[in-house]
């Protein structure tokens, strides 16, 4: 059985672009494992001043959506390494 959380366990913003870091329980060979999922996306206001969410960058985004997609595999290498008490290879 699957239950995933309803809200992100840890998000890394630059400007607009935003990191969400969401984890999965399932079960795998009879035991219970994480898995982590990422979704990034970017905030803007529209021509009517309402603030919007997509996934589409332009060219000056992708420094920011690097950053924040480096920031959340760090975050998911170390929280893992933790979980299973094993230093990162480097």
Known sequence: ????????????????????????????????????????????RNKDGDYEKT??????DLPKLILVAQKAFSFIALRASEDANEEIPV
């Open 55 to 60: 996934d589409y960058y332009f060219r000056d």
């Open 1 to 44: 059985m699957s239950q995933q959380n309803n809200k992100p366990v840890k998000s890394f913003k630059a400007g607009g672009i935003e990191a969400s870091v969401w984890t999965q329980e399932i079960g795998k060979n009879g035991e219970t494992v994480t898995r982590y999922s990422v979704r990034i996306q970017k905030q803007y």
